[in-house]
């Protein structure tokens, strides 16, 4: 089962057609990634231990439907791979309607902050991923 949250599209988020703007959508991404962290019982701020990092290594995103200035929306994030040395979500993005508005694929890489070099993904991360329900 994927985490879920909320959120309306705002005026600011919008081009001068009243369109969500692109860049937006990945920054919807990322809130619910982080919200989907701070959901479970280990909190981000417990889970970075300041012995590792997770840079962003990839991302696109698919564009199905416009989202507009006053639409509230729904961001189902779920994990959909998991390597040695990285993992990917998708963010799925839908409207009132029910139907897909945006999809956003995001992969980290994990890696070691003294070494600077690619690391295995942690089982603290595994846990959180877990108890936020975005991992089976």
């Known amino acids: 089962m994927p985490f879920v949250s909320h ?9 001068p057609a009243r369109i969500v703007y692109f860049s937006r959508f990945f920054e919807y991404a990322h809130e619910t990634y982080e919200a989907m ?19 962003l290594v990839r991302s696109e995103a698919d564009y199905k439907i416009p989202s507009q200035l006053g639409d509230p929306l729904e961001l189902s994030l779920s994990v959909d791979k998991i390597g ?5 979500y998708a963010v799925e993005i839908y409207g009132e309607d029910k139907q897909l508005r945006a999809r956003v694929l995001m992969t980290h890489a994990v890696v070691s902050i003294a070494t600077g070099k690619s690391c295995a993904v942690p089982e603290a991360l595994l846990v959180a991923l877990r108890q936020a329900g975005a991992l089976e």
């Open 7 to 15: 959120r309306t599209v705002r005026f600011a988020e919008c081009d």
């Open 37 to 55: 962290l701070d959901a479970g019982d280990s909190p981000l701020s417990k889970i970075f231990s300041g012995e590792w990092a997770m840079p």
């Open 84 to 88: 040695n040395r990285s993992f990917r």
